[in-house]
Protein backbone atom coordinates (compact mmCIF):
# COMPACT_ATOMS: atom_id res chain seq x y z
CA UNK A 1 0.00 0.00 0.00
CA UNK A 2 2.72 2.18 1.04
CA UNK A 3 4.52 1.75 -2.88
CA UNK A 4 1.62 1.99 -4.38
CA UNK A 5 1.16 5.26 -2.64
CA UNK A 6 4.26 6.11 -2.89
CA UNK A 7 4.30 5.05 -6.67
CA UNK A 8 1.53 7.35 -7.18
CA UNK A 9 2.88 10.58 -5.43
CA UNK A 10 6.00 10.03 -7.84
CA UNK A 11 4.25 10.22 -10.77
CA UNK A 12 1.80 13.25 -10.25
CA UNK A 13 4.35 15.14 -8.94
CA UNK A 14 6.56 15.00 -11.64
CA UNK A 15 6.70 17.99 -14.37
CA UNK A 16 4.44 16.49 -16.71
CA UNK A 17 1.63 15.87 -13.77
CA UNK A 18 1.92 19.42 -12.54
CA UNK A 19 2.02 20.75 -16.30
CA UNK A 20 -1.66 18.90 -16.76
CA UNK A 21 -2.29 20.36 -13.58
CA UNK A 22 -2.17 23.95 -14.73
CA UNK A 23 -3.80 23.20 -17.86
CA UNK A 24 -6.60 22.08 -16.80
CA UNK A 25 -6.90 25.08 -14.46
CA UNK A 26 -6.39 27.37 -17.19
CA UNK A 27 -8.90 25.72 -19.20
CA UNK A 28 -11.71 26.07 -16.37
CA UNK A 29 -10.83 29.78 -16.15
CA UNK A 30 -10.96 30.44 -20.06
CA UNK A 31 -14.29 28.56 -19.92
CA UNK A 32 -15.71 30.94 -16.75
CA UNK A 33 -14.46 33.87 -18.25
CA UNK A 34 -16.75 32.69 -21.62
CA UNK A 35 -19.61 32.44 -19.64
CA UNK A 36 -18.71 36.20 -18.40
CA UNK A 37 -18.58 36.96 -21.83
CA UNK A 38 -22.16 35.64 -23.02
CA UNK A 39 -23.76 37.16 -19.84
CA UNK A 40 -22.75 40.71 -20.75
CA UNK A 41 -23.80 39.91 -24.15
CA UNK A 42 -27.02 38.90 -22.36
CA UNK A 43 -27.35 42.14 -20.37
CA UNK A 44 -26.46 44.92 -23.47
CA UNK A 45 -30.03 43.95 -24.50
CA UNK A 46 -28.14 43.34 -28.04
CA UNK A 47 -29.96 39.87 -28.14
CA UNK A 48 -33.95 41.73 -28.15
CA UNK A 49 -35.25 40.52 -32.10
CA UNK A 50 -35.21 44.31 -33.24
CA UNK A 51 -31.20 44.27 -32.64
CA UNK A 52 -30.64 41.05 -34.50
CA UNK A 53 -29.90 40.78 -37.80
CA UNK A 54 -32.69 39.47 -40.16
CA UNK A 55 -33.28 35.94 -40.22
CA UNK A 56 -31.31 34.95 -37.12
CA UNK A 57 -33.50 32.94 -34.70
CA UNK A 58 -33.88 33.07 -30.77
CA UNK A 59 -32.46 30.99 -28.28
CA UNK A 60 -28.28 30.02 -28.56
CA UNK A 61 -28.18 31.16 -32.38
CA UNK A 62 -29.01 34.77 -31.19
CA UNK A 63 -25.74 35.11 -29.21
CA UNK A 64 -23.16 37.16 -31.06
CA UNK A 65 -21.36 34.85 -33.90
CA UNK A 66 -18.07 35.95 -32.66
CA UNK A 67 -18.67 34.27 -29.40
CA UNK A 68 -20.35 31.23 -30.92
CA UNK A 69 -16.63 30.93 -32.80
CA UNK A 70 -15.00 31.79 -29.44
CA UNK A 71 -16.58 29.05 -27.64
CA UNK A 72 -15.78 26.49 -29.72
CA UNK A 73 -12.36 27.41 -29.97
CA UNK A 74 -12.17 27.83 -25.96
CA UNK A 75 -13.92 24.06 -25.56
CA UNK A 76 -12.05 22.45 -28.14
CA UNK A 77 -8.96 23.63 -26.53
CA UNK A 78 -10.26 22.46 -22.74
CA UNK A 79 -10.55 18.98 -24.41
CA UNK A 80 -7.21 19.01 -25.92
CA UNK A 81 -5.66 20.17 -22.33
CA UNK A 82 -7.69 17.83 -20.30
CA UNK A 83 -6.30 14.83 -22.42
CA UNK A 84 -3.72 16.38 -24.36
CA UNK A 85 -1.76 14.27 -26.97
CA UNK A 86 1.16 14.31 -29.25
CA UNK A 87 -0.27 13.45 -32.60
CA UNK A 88 2.06 12.47 -35.68
CA UNK A 89 4.13 10.46 -32.21
CA UNK A 90 0.70 9.23 -31.02
CA UNK A 91 1.77 10.00 -27.65
CA UNK A 92 -1.38 10.72 -24.79
CA UNK A 93 -1.64 11.15 -20.91
CA UNK A 94 -4.27 8.81 -20.18
CA UNK A 95 -5.26 5.47 -21.60
CA UNK A 96 -9.47 6.06 -22.98
CA UNK A 97 -10.39 6.42 -26.79
CA UNK A 98 -10.85 10.04 -25.99
CA UNK A 99 -6.90 10.33 -26.61
CA UNK A 100 -7.16 9.26 -30.16
CA UNK A 101 -5.18 11.30 -32.31
CA UNK A 102 -8.15 11.16 -34.86
CA UNK A 103 -10.84 12.90 -32.30
CA UNK A 104 -8.26 15.31 -30.82
CA UNK A 105 -7.32 16.49 -34.69
CA UNK A 106 -10.75 16.63 -35.74
CA UNK A 107 -11.78 19.01 -32.62
CA UNK A 108 -8.66 20.53 -33.25
CA UNK A 109 -9.26 21.09 -36.83
CA UNK A 110 -12.84 22.54 -36.25
CA UNK A 111 -11.40 25.13 -33.58
CA UNK A 112 -8.73 26.50 -35.16
CA UNK A 113 -11.00 27.27 -38.48
CA UNK A 114 -13.40 28.85 -36.17
CA UNK A 115 -10.16 31.01 -34.31
CA UNK A 116 -9.16 32.12 -38.39
CA UNK A 117 -12.72 33.42 -38.94
CA UNK A 118 -12.67 35.35 -35.81
CA UNK A 119 -9.75 37.18 -37.16
CA UNK A 120 -11.46 37.34 -40.90
CA UNK A 121 -14.84 38.98 -39.52
CA UNK A 122 -12.54 41.53 -36.99
CA UNK A 123 -10.54 42.37 -39.79
CA UNK A 124 -13.13 42.51 -42.35
CA UNK A 125 -15.31 44.68 -40.05
CA UNK A 126 -12.08 47.28 -38.65
CA UNK A 127 -11.35 47.32 -42.77
CA UNK A 128 -14.56 48.73 -44.10
CA UNK A 129 -14.72 51.08 -40.59
CA UNK A 130 -11.32 52.30 -42.02
CA UNK A 131 -12.11 51.84 -45.66
CA UNK A 132 -9.07 49.70 -45.90
CA UNK A 133 -9.38 47.36 -49.06
CA UNK A 134 -5.71 45.69 -48.08
CA UNK A 135 -7.33 44.88 -44.38
CA UNK A 136 -10.10 43.91 -46.39
CA UNK A 137 -8.29 41.68 -48.77
CA UNK A 138 -6.14 39.87 -46.07
CA UNK A 139 -9.08 38.95 -44.18
CA UNK A 140 -10.48 37.52 -46.96
CA UNK A 141 -7.17 35.43 -47.08
CA UNK A 142 -7.12 34.34 -43.48
CA UNK A 143 -9.24 31.22 -43.67
CA UNK A 144 -8.49 29.89 -47.43
CA UNK A 145 -4.94 29.81 -45.66
CA UNK A 146 -5.69 27.72 -41.99
CA UNK A 147 -7.62 25.38 -44.62
CA UNK A 148 -4.45 24.59 -46.11
CA UNK A 149 -2.48 24.70 -42.74
CA UNK A 150 -5.22 22.01 -41.89
CA UNK A 151 -4.81 20.00 -44.49
CA UNK A 152 -0.81 20.08 -43.94
CA UNK A 153 -1.62 18.51 -40.68
CA UNK A 154 -3.58 16.26 -41.58
CA UNK A 155 -0.77 14.57 -44.31
CA UNK A 156 1.41 14.76 -40.85
CA UNK A 157 -1.04 13.16 -38.48
CA UNK A 158 -1.92 10.31 -41.29
CA UNK A 159 1.51 9.33 -42.38
CA UNK A 160 3.75 10.75 -39.95
CA UNK A 161 5.99 13.20 -41.68
CA UNK A 162 7.22 16.08 -40.19
CA UNK A 163 7.22 18.09 -43.24
CA UNK A 164 3.75 18.16 -42.84
CA UNK A 165 3.99 19.80 -39.57
CA UNK A 166 7.05 21.89 -40.95
CA UNK A 167 4.49 23.14 -43.32
CA UNK A 168 1.42 23.85 -41.29
CA UNK A 169 3.37 26.02 -39.11
CA UNK A 170 4.93 27.93 -41.81
CA UNK A 171 1.61 28.80 -43.38
CA UNK A 172 -0.03 29.76 -39.94
CA UNK A 173 3.18 32.23 -39.49
CA UNK A 174 2.60 33.48 -42.81
CA UNK A 175 -1.21 34.09 -42.32
CA UNK A 176 -0.42 35.69 -39.02
CA UNK A 177 2.60 37.63 -40.59
CA UNK A 178 -0.18 38.99 -43.08
CA UNK A 179 -2.56 40.02 -40.13
CA UNK A 180 -0.06 42.07 -38.58
CA UNK A 181 0.25 44.01 -41.44
CA UNK A 182 -3.42 44.30 -41.37
CA UNK A 183 -3.43 46.01 -38.38
CA UNK A 184 -0.27 48.05 -38.54
CA UNK A 185 -2.11 49.49 -41.44
CA UNK A 186 -5.48 50.03 -39.02
CA UNK A 187 -3.45 51.50 -36.35
CA UNK A 188 -3.29 54.70 -37.66
CA UNK A 189 -6.75 54.39 -38.90
CA UNK A 190 -8.19 54.52 -35.34
CA UNK A 191 -6.80 56.78 -31.69
CA UNK A 192 -7.21 56.79 -28.63
CA UNK A 193 -8.45 52.72 -26.81
CA UNK A 194 -8.72 51.46 -30.49
CA UNK A 195 -5.43 52.47 -30.86
CA UNK A 196 -3.93 50.77 -28.24
CA UNK A 197 -6.09 47.81 -28.67
CA UNK A 198 -4.95 47.09 -32.27
CA UNK A 199 -1.17 48.26 -30.98
CA UNK A 200 -1.36 45.31 -28.19
CA UNK A 201 -3.14 42.53 -30.86
CA UNK A 202 0.03 43.69 -33.28
CA UNK A 203 2.62 43.54 -30.75
CA UNK A 204 1.33 40.12 -29.69
CA UNK A 205 0.89 38.90 -33.37
CA UNK A 206 4.82 39.71 -33.85
CA UNK A 207 6.07 37.60 -30.72
CA UNK A 208 3.53 34.53 -32.57
CA UNK A 209 5.16 34.84 -35.43
CA UNK A 210 8.78 35.01 -33.88
CA UNK A 211 7.85 32.05 -31.87
CA UNK A 212 6.97 29.93 -34.82
CA UNK A 213 9.95 31.25 -36.94
CA UNK A 214 12.73 30.81 -34.05
CA UNK A 215 11.22 27.98 -31.77
CA UNK A 216 8.23 25.91 -33.57
CA UNK A 217 9.04 25.74 -37.36
CA UNK A 218 12.40 24.66 -36.83
CA UNK A 219 11.65 22.08 -34.13
CA UNK A 220 9.57 19.78 -36.47
CA UNK A 221 12.06 20.68 -38.94
CA UNK A 222 14.25 18.86 -37.00
CA UNK A 223 12.41 15.92 -36.52
CA UNK A 224 11.92 15.80 -40.04
CA UNK A 225 15.77 15.44 -40.84
CA UNK A 226 16.12 12.98 -37.41
CA UNK A 227 13.80 10.96 -39.50
CA UNK A 228 14.78 11.05 -42.91
CA UNK A 229 18.57 10.44 -41.62
CA UNK A 230 17.02 7.14 -39.59
CA UNK A 231 14.93 5.95 -42.79
CA UNK A 232 11.63 5.89 -40.96
CA UNK A 233 8.57 4.40 -42.54
CA UNK A 234 6.38 6.43 -43.33
CA UNK A 235 2.38 5.19 -43.20
CA UNK A 236 0.14 5.27 -46.47
CA UNK A 237 -3.25 6.54 -46.28
CA UNK A 238 -5.43 3.66 -44.98
CA UNK A 239 -2.15 2.57 -42.38
CA UNK A 240 -2.39 5.92 -41.33
CA UNK A 241 -5.80 6.49 -40.85
CA UNK A 242 -6.69 3.08 -38.74
CA UNK A 243 -3.42 4.00 -36.84
CA UNK A 244 -4.57 7.17 -35.58
CA UNK A 245 -7.48 6.02 -34.72
CA UNK A 246 -6.84 3.04 -32.89
CA UNK A 247 -3.48 3.53 -31.54
CA UNK A 248 -1.92 5.89 -28.21
CA UNK A 249 0.46 5.37 -26.20
CA UNK A 250 0.32 6.55 -22.81
CA UNK A 251 3.49 8.02 -21.31
CA UNK A 252 4.18 10.19 -18.01
CA UNK A 253 7.77 10.84 -18.86
CA UNK A 254 8.94 13.94 -19.22
CA UNK A 255 11.36 13.89 -22.20
CA UNK A 256 8.51 12.63 -24.80
CA UNK A 257 6.76 16.04 -23.79
CA UNK A 258 9.24 18.45 -23.22
CA UNK A 259 9.23 20.06 -26.41
CA UNK A 260 5.81 19.69 -26.64
CA UNK A 261 5.39 21.54 -23.34
CA UNK A 262 6.15 25.30 -24.68
CA UNK A 263 3.95 25.56 -27.53
CA UNK A 264 0.71 23.75 -25.99
CA UNK A 265 1.24 26.07 -22.43
CA UNK A 266 1.26 28.90 -25.28
CA UNK A 267 -1.30 27.28 -27.74
CA UNK A 268 -4.26 26.58 -24.72
CA UNK A 269 -3.58 29.85 -22.81
CA UNK A 270 -2.67 33.15 -24.78
CA UNK A 271 -3.92 31.56 -27.70
CA UNK A 272 -7.60 31.34 -26.08
CA UNK A 273 -7.44 34.40 -24.75
CA UNK A 274 -6.78 36.11 -28.13
CA UNK A 275 -10.28 34.31 -28.85
CA UNK A 276 -11.98 35.30 -25.98
CA UNK A 277 -10.98 39.27 -27.33
CA UNK A 278 -12.08 38.51 -30.31
CA UNK A 279 -15.40 37.21 -29.55
CA UNK A 280 -15.99 40.55 -27.49
CA UNK A 281 -15.13 42.39 -30.05
CA UNK A 282 -19.02 41.59 -30.84
CA UNK A 283 -20.00 43.53 -27.84
CA UNK A 284 -17.87 46.84 -29.07
CA UNK A 285 -18.04 46.79 -32.39
CA UNK A 286 -21.11 50.04 -32.41
CA UNK A 287 -18.11 52.18 -30.68
CA UNK A 288 -15.59 51.13 -33.00
CA UNK A 289 -16.66 54.19 -35.39
CA UNK A 290 -16.02 56.74 -32.73
CA UNK A 291 -12.50 56.23 -32.80
CA UNK A 292 -11.79 56.30 -36.21
CA UNK A 293 -9.97 58.98 -37.62
CA UNK A 294 -11.12 61.55 -39.65
CA UNK A 295 -9.02 62.40 -42.54
CA UNK A 296 -9.06 66.21 -42.86
CA UNK A 297 -11.35 67.24 -46.43
CA UNK A 298 -9.21 69.46 -48.42
CA UNK A 299 -10.68 73.02 -49.18
CA UNK A 300 -11.25 74.27 -53.03
CA UNK A 301 -8.87 77.07 -53.59
CA UNK A 302 -9.53 79.58 -55.99
CA UNK A 303 -6.51 80.30 -58.61
CA UNK A 304 -6.36 82.77 -61.01
CA UNK A 305 -6.19 81.33 -64.55
CA UNK A 306 -3.65 83.39 -66.75
CA UNK A 307 -5.50 83.83 -70.05
CA UNK A 308 -3.31 84.95 -72.76
CA UNK A 309 -4.21 88.22 -74.85
CA UNK A 310 -3.40 88.76 -77.93
CA UNK A 311 -2.16 91.94 -79.25
CA UNK A 312 -4.27 93.42 -82.06
CA UNK A 313 -1.78 95.62 -83.50
CA UNK A 314 -0.17 94.21 -86.69
CA UNK A 315 2.62 92.64 -86.53
CA UNK A 316 5.82 93.58 -89.47
Not at 155 to 170: C, P, Q, R
Not at 202 to 226: E, I, K, Q
Request: proline share 5%; net charge positive.
Amino acid sequence: MHLDWLAWWQTWSSPVAIWWCCLTIVSTLNIVLWFKLVAVWSRSGARSPADMPAGVSTGILAIEPLLLLAAIYVFGCAFRSVLPRADVQRICLFDTWLSSVMLGRTVATVAELCFAAQWAIVLRELGRISHSDATKNIAGAVVPLIVLAEGCSWFAVISTDFLGNVLENSIWAVAFALIGVALMRLLFSFRGPARIAIAGAAMGVACYVLFMATVDVPMYLARWHADLESGKPLLGLFAGLHDLATRWVVTHRFAPWHNEIPWMSLYFSVAVWMSLVLGSFGLIRHLAPRYRVRRPLVKATRRPVPIPIRSSEPRF
